[in-house]
T-cell receptor, first 112, second 111 residues
Framework: GNSVTQMEGPVTLSEEAFLTINCTYTATGYPSLFWYVQYPGEGLQLLLK?????DKGSNKGFEATYRKETTSFHLEKGSVQVSDSAVYFCALSGGGAQKLVFGQGTRLTINP | NAGVTQTPKFQVLKTGQSMTLQCAQDMNHEYMSWYRQDPGMGLRLIHYSVGAGITDQGEVPNGYNVSRSTTEDFPLRLLSAAPSQTSVYFC??????????FGQGTRLTVV
């Protein structure tokens, strides 16, 4: 079946550092890929998405590229801010957005 | 638009009690889903619905019931609560293959 594996956290960085959170997936067919973010005490919000190979999703300075050859969708940001502290989830959708498969989540803390 | 609204936000149950977690959306989305979030395990799909009158099981359906009598509402019923059902529950709605919108969550503790 479909599955998503994220790099284990927690991750702690200083402000303005470069961020990478690794995400790899196993799926049949051509899934859509997503990064969701969960701020403390809140639900999940879509951060970015990509629906086909070589697509790059981007939002709020974050980027991720759908790499079919390496089955990866790594999240990157060039310069993180304290406000980026949150839990980040990689997810895939093989049969519609009503059936998302999530990674375990990566807690990110940014220190000033 | 309120988006996806879940009630209650917090609940404590005794083992064996039953309860219903409410979920309502005002975006006229066809698809709705329930997930549970446990530490180190991400979110796991409990049940989902692709339209009024149509529901199906997800990855972890045991101990939960759902129904979808209207497009707007998708309640999740715990039939006989167990400590293993202590978790944070999220409802989500979506239109076809577009992004899923999540509610704020219900934190449930079963003692």
């Amino acid at each position: 079946g479909n599955s998503v594996t994220q790099m284990e956290g927690p991750v702690t960085l200083s402000e303005e550092a470069f961020l990478t959170i690794n995400c790899t997936y196993t799926a049949t067919g051509y899934p859509s890929l997503f990064w969701y973010v969960q701020y403390p005490g809140e639900g999940l919000q879509l951060l970015l998405k990509a629906t086909k190979a070589d697509d790059k999703g981007s939002n709020k300075g974050f980027e991720a590229t759908y790499r079919k050859e390496t089955t990866s969708f790594h999240l990157e940001k060039g310069s993180v801010q304290v406000s980026d502290s949150a839990v980040y989830f990689c997810a895939l959708s093989g049969g519609g957005a009503q059936k998302l498969v999530f990674g375990q989540g990566t807690r990110l803390t940014i220190n000033p | 638009n309120a988006g996806v609204t879940q009630t209650p936000k917090f609940q404590v149950l005794k083992t064996g009690q039953s309860m219903t977690l409410q979920c309502a959306q005002d975006m006229n989305h066809e698809y709705m889903s329930w997930y549970r979030q446990d530490p180190g395990m991400g979110l796991r799909l409990i049940h989902y619905s692709v339209g009024a009158g149509i529901t199906d099981q997800g990855e972890v359906p045991n101990g939960y019931n759902v129904s979808r009598s209207t497009t707007e509402d998708f309640p999740l019923r715990l039939l006989s609560a167990a400590p293993s059902q202590t978790s944070v529950y999220f409802c989500a709605s979506s239109y076809a293959s577009t992004e899923a919108f999540f509610g704020q969550g219900t934190r449930l503790t079963v003692v």
